[in-house]
């Protein structure tokens, strides 16, 4: 079986002045930086008005940068939005792209994020292409469906190990303390592995990394990331402080 490598990324949301990014970033780039041999990659993705602060405290630490969304076009008549390149240009090695926030709050489709991971993807950054299912779906028993249809809607079809990893985020689970079972967790993981399989061929899929979002803490995160298909976590409010985000990367 191909081995990966955890990868434990941070989403900090709309969240942070410079002040906070700064002292934030400086104290995870310090225990990072203070491991040997981390054994699994850590990603922080700030809001962009911090990006530069972030990069600066982050420099020669080994932790990635990253950031929450962009846009599809390289440059040009885009107000308010950020390309690729520019993030590439900022120090980004990743982007998250179609997070349930951006599709609820600005009605990203899996059209737009299959554009936007092909977009990042093109320009030499990694895409953290985000699916999940809402509470309802689960309670009515659709949620594998709706999550496959999902990848099979959002993941370019060159997608391969290097330049994409799968963020499995229930909507429920998000920022509500709720998380999913670990055999619901491993099931769906699983699944998505197949439906990449048969997207991209069974040797890509077995690359590409799957991570678990919703709600991961310190206290559930042993139990997330001993599972078979999860290979990191996305974090979001736990991400917002040092300590909470150490702990949860000791259980990789
Ligand atoms: P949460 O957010 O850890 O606060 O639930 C995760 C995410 O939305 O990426």
Redesign the pocket.
């Known amino acids: 079986m191909t081995k990966r490598r955890p990868l434990i990324a941070g ?1 900090w ?1 709309m969240n942070g002045l410079r002040a906070d990014a700064e002292k934030l970033a400086e104290e995870i780039a310090s225990f990072y930086s203070s491991k040997k041999e981390a054994g699994y990659d850590l990603l922080v993705c700030p809001p962009y008005t911090v990006m530069e602060t972030v990069y600066n405290k982050l420099e020669g630490s080994g932790v990635l940068l990253g950031a929450q969304n962009c846009h599809v076009s390289e440059k040009g008549a885009h107000t308010g939005d950020i390309s690729p390149a520019m993030l590439k240009d900022a120090g980004c090695s990743h982007v998250i792209v179609g ?1 349930s ?1 951006r599709r609820s709050d600005h009605g990203e489709t899996d059209i737009d994020v299959k554009a936007q991971a092909k977009a990042a993807q093109s320009n030499g950054l990694l895409a953290i292409i985000c699916v999940g299912e809402t509470e309802s779906d689960r309670e009515s028993g659709n949620a594998l469906n709706v999550v496959r249809e999902q990848v099979r809607k959002s993941a370019p079809e060159t997608s391969k190990a290097m330049d994409t990893v799968i963020a499995y ?1 229930p909507v429920w ?4 303390g709720k998380v999913a079972t670990p055999d619901d967790v491993q099931e769906m993981h699983k699944d998505i592995r197949t439906t990449l399989s048969e997207l991209l061929g069974q040797e890509k899929a077995g690359g590409i990394r799957i991570i678990y ?4 803490k310190p206290d559930n995160a042993k139990e997330l990331l001993a599972l078979a298909d999860v290979d990191g976590g ?5 991400s917002l402080i040092a300590q909470s985000f150490e702990e949860i990367t000791k259980s990789c």
């Open positions: 989403n949301k997070h926030e985020e689970a998000i920022g509500t979002g919703g709600s991961m996305l974090i979001g409010g736990a």
